[in-house]
């Protein structure tokens, strides 16, 4: 009798046993094709979203609107980060346009060159100041070199080395530059040096000017100011210039000659 009723206990336990597993392997498949269902529409929105755009919000397609849980919560963070990114990206955009049209109005380039992977980042106007179309061409210090006048590329390699050397501050240059249509430019570069946190130089960054008109306005002022010096050294009659508070700043060879002083 006990041996009878121990098999059929037997029997009773291996059969909800299967029981058991059959409902669980089919709550799991239930479960699993819900969560993948929803895993698999948030993956596809994150692959296919314009986060600058800062519309076409997440939403999961469920029969309970209102039903709050985990995913709402993933869906909620998601829309939240979505919102913030778009709103910081269009900040970014309007502060560069803002920089841009400052830059072209005052006919002053940016850039910055890394140490670390060689690359040379212009701005628009720094193309437009070295006669290119903005982004028309990817940059490095070589590119940079050949487009230098070749008299003044020593200078350039000299003031590089002397800045990668001994600089913690900012450095001034000016040199000659060639367009593509053969015109020669002077431009005035401002440098700064950037540090990482082990304190090795990892950019260079700076400014570009182009002073071309202003050196040009100052050479023909220097002629102009030595024009009118001889017209006066020449002069038969003695000549002497005094400032506000009555002294002598300046006079002509005919004083020199008459009082025996230069």
């Not at 121990?6 to 479960?31: H, Y």
């Not at 002397?162 to 450095?171: C, I």
């Not at 440098?191 to 090795?200: A, S």
Request: proline letters at 2%; hydrophobic letters at 40%.
């Amino acid at each position: 009798i006990y041996s009878r009723y121990a098999e059929r206990m037997i029997v009773l336990l291996i059969s909800n046993g299967i029981i058991v597993f059959v409902i669980s392997v089919f709550l799991l498949i239930i479960f699993n094709q819900s969560v993948t269902k929803h895993l698999k529409h948030i993956a596809n929105y994150l692959e296919d979203v314009d986060m600058a755009s800062g519309q076409n919000m997440l939403s999961l397609k469920r029969d309970n609107k209102t039903k709050k849980d985990e995913f709402s919560l993933v869906v909620h963070a998601i829309n939240m980060m979505h919102e913030k990114t778009a709103t910081t990206l269009k900040e970014l955009l309007s502060t560069q346009k803002a920089l841009s049209r400052a830059q072209a109005t005052a006919h002053i380039g940016s850039w910055e060159w890394s140490l670390v992977d060689g690359t040379l980042e212009w701005s628009d106007e720094n193309y437009r100041i070295f006669g290119l179309e903005p982004k028309s061409q990817e940059l490095d210090y070589d590119i940079f070199l050949e487009k230098t006048h070749p008299d003044d590329r020593h200078l350039v390699e000299a003031f590089v080395e002397e800045v990668l050397a001994h600089s913690d501050s900012k450095s001034v240059l000016e040199h000659r530059i060639i367009l593509p249509d053969e015109t020669v430019r002077i431009i005035h570069h401002i440098c700064t040096v950037v540090r990482d946190e082990t304190g090795e130089i990892s950019h260079l960054t700076g400014t570009t000017q182009d002073i071309t008109e202003q050196k040009q306005a100052r050479t023909e002022l220097v002629k102009l100011q030595n024009y009118l010096s001889n017209i006066i050294n020449s002069m038969p009659s003695a000549l002497v210039g005094v400032d506000k508070e009555g002294v002598v700043t300046q006079w002509n060879h005919e004083v020199e000659h008459i009082t025996g002083k230069s």
